[in-house]
C-alpha cells in the first residue's frame, strides 16, 4: 500500500508563507504525476496543483501566482510552496498521485494549513 506522509502545515498569518512537503513510497515516482489537494471544513476534497513527470504543473485559478509545486525525485517528495496564503486557503493539505484526472485511492493524513490573524 501506498505511503503518503504530508507535513509543514501550521497557523500562519494573511499574506505569509508555508512549505509542505510529502514524503511517498510511490513506486516508479519520478514517471508519475503527483498532485496537491485540500479539502476545507464543510467542503470537498479539490485539487490544488498538479506536477508531471517531467515537472510540468498546472494549478487551479484559485492558487496561481501564490503556490508552487515542485518535486524530488531522488528522494521521491513532491513539495507545495504557498505564498500570500489568505484565510480561504485554510484546509487539510494532502497529495497523491493524478492518473486519468484522478487520484490515487491511498490516502495520507493530511496536514493542517490556518491561515488566521
Known amino acids: 500500500q501506498v505511503q503518503l506522509v504530508e507535513s509543514g502545515g501550521g497557523l500562519v498569518q494573511p499574506g505569509g508563507s508555508l512549505r509542505l512537503s510529502c514524503a511517498t513510497s510511490v513506486t516508479f515516482f519520478s514517471i508519475k504525476t503527483m498532485a496537491w489537494y485540500r479539502q476545507a471544513p464543510g467542503k470537498e476534497r479539490e485539487l490544488v496543483a498538479i506536477i508531471t513527470d517531467l515537472s510540468s504543473t498546472n494549478y487551479a485559478d484559485f492558487v496561481k501566482g501564490r503556490f508552487t509545486i515542485s518535486r524530488d525525485n531522488a528522494k521521491r517528495t513532491v513539495y507545495l510552496q504557498m505564498n500570500s496564503l489568505k484565510p480561504e486557503d485554510t484546509a487539510v493539505y494532502y497529495c497523491?498521485?493524478?492518473?486519468?484526472?484522478?487520484?490515487?485511492?491511498?490516502w495520507g493524513q493530511g496536514t493542517q494549513v490556518t491561515v488566521s490573524s
Open positions: 497523491n498521485t493524478f492518473y486519468g484526472g484522478s487520484p490515487g485511492s491511498s
